[in-house]
């Protein structure tokens, strides 16, 4: 195993999307964008997700690689919230398909949207009702912060119809803490966590990061002990990322603070082990879940879908996003809202939506896509045969070293190859077809 850890331990795409941000060229116009949401919202059947994005935190993780605006004056809050609003009924004035569509997801990230107050919670959600329809089996669920979580939204989101919570809490161990800014006691996320069981949601979910500065074997093992005292029933296991020439706050610890790439993928594969041991099954990228909760259930059944907002238990056609860096899908258009809070307000302000940037797919990133999704959803995917000589080419270390398989044009990742998803998905990487899965040309890829 170790050897396969030192073999292949370079950086790759999460794949959220394809083509990936940085590759993004034939940014859409506001007409292309409003045309395309306005035909894939047109059939009946056509699935809505929504998702909202709060940029305001009161203090600063200098771990996140998040679009964040930290500070205590919440007086920033209702001209935030207002501003949403008039987003959401601009695209209805101009999406006519828009207006009273059934909503089967809602999300809200951020940031942390627990920021706000109950008042502005209710009246940003009800708006959203007043202006679409709800499903019959909708699914909303929010990121929250326990630190700042208060049991009266817990309350209030449960009777606007939310079931899902997804608490931040990437670490218990002190130090660590201590050095990502996120002073977070085990009794403050316990408390949340029995609070929303209480309540009826369906599904309490934590974030975890590996590879935070100071995290070793043994503070993992305590993290995921603490984790399993509480059995949340999904988790998503995420890998820091370190920009520090993107993120000004990670310069706040240095790199030797960091664990070293080896010792980085054994903490993988330690919480890997644990969660697994403990009835946890490993879906898709950095995500486990309990058998009884849906994300798994959507996995057995072949459901699953992922797109900007991770991992969900159903397939929506467009993904509507609001807020400040929100990014939109349609199955040939991604576009990206402006990232400065204080621009995007003065956009709304001027009556204009807040698109600055975004890409059209051509016919090669839409098979492409699909491709990864299918990969990153259910572990293999049939390659068409005009692009199995070069993605046998490419994997061909991989499959020596058992980590895919082929058979009659299906490539399947192994149990032992789960780890190394993100590299597979290269593969179908027009963008980055001159890479290589191991040695120096590799290692630089984005």
Not at 111 to 138: C, H, R, V, W
């Amino acid at each position: 195993m170790k050897h396969l850890l030192e073999k292949y331990d370079t950086p790759a795409p999460r794949y959220t999307s394809y083509p990936t941000v940085p590759y993004w060229t034939d940014s859409p116009s506001t007409e292309d964008c409003i045309e395309s949401l306005n035909k894939y919202l047109a059939p009946i059947e056509s699935k809505l997700a929504l998702y909202l994005h709060i940029p305001f935190c009161e203090t600063l993780c200098t771990f996140c690689g998040c679009n964040t605006s930290i500070t205590k004056n919440h007086a920033v809050e209702e001209p935030y919230v207002s501003a949403i609003k008039k987003e959401l009924e601009l695209y209805t004035k101009h999406v006519s398909n828009l207006k009273g569509k059934e909503l089967s997801e809602l999300h809200l990230g951020g940031g942390s949207p627990t920021y706000l107050s109950d008042y502005n919670l209710q009246s940003i959600i009800e708006f959203i009702f007043n202006q679409l329809s709800p499903a019959k089996d909708p699914q909303y669920s929010i990121e929250v912060d326990p630190r700042r979580t208060r049991v009266s939204q817990l309350k209030l989101l449960h009777k606007l119809g939310f079931k899902r919570i997804s608490l931040g809490v990437q670490d218990f161990d002190p130090e660590v803490q201590r050095l990502v800014n996120r002073i977070q006691p085990y009794e403050l996320t316990e408390n949340i966590t029995l609070e929303a069981r209480n309540l009826g949601f369906d599904s309490v979910n934590f974030d975890l990061i590996y590879g935070l500065p100071k995290q070793s074997l043994d503070s993992m093992k305590y993290t995921m002990d603490k984790t399993l005292e509480l059995k949340p029933d999904r988790i998503a296991f995420y890998s820091y990322a370190h920009v520090p020439w993107i993120k000004a706050s990670q310069r706040l610890f240095t790199e030797e603070d960091l664990p070293v790439p080896t010792l980085k993928r054994e903490l993988y594969e330690l919480g890997r082990s644990i969660l697994e041991k403990e009835g946890y099954r490993e879906i898709g990228m950095d995500h486990f879940a309990l058998p009884h909760d849906k994300l798994w259930k959507a996995f057995h059944n072949k459901t699953l879908h992922r797109n900007f907002m991770g991992y969900s238990d159903s397939k929506t056609d467009v993904m509507l996003g609001l807020g400040s860096s929100a990014i939109s899908e349609t199955p040939n258009l991604f576009f990206q809202n402006i990232k400065l809070e204080m621009k995007y307000r003065k956009s709304l302000a001027a009556n204009s939506l807040p698109i600055f940037r975004g890409h059209k797919l051509t016919h090669s990133d839409q098979l492409r896509k699909q491709l990864i999704l299918e990969l990153m959803t259910t572990w293999q995917v049939k390659v068409p045969n005009e692009l199995q000589p070069h993605t046998k080419e490419f994997l061909s270390e991989m499959e020596n070293d058992q980590l895919v398989t082929w058979h009659d044009g299906t490539l399947t990742v192994t149990n032992l190859g789960k780890p190394y998803l993100r590299i597979v998905a290269m593969a179908f990487d027009e963008k980055l077809q001159n890479t290589k899965p191991t040695g120096p040309v590799f290692s630089k890829a984005i």
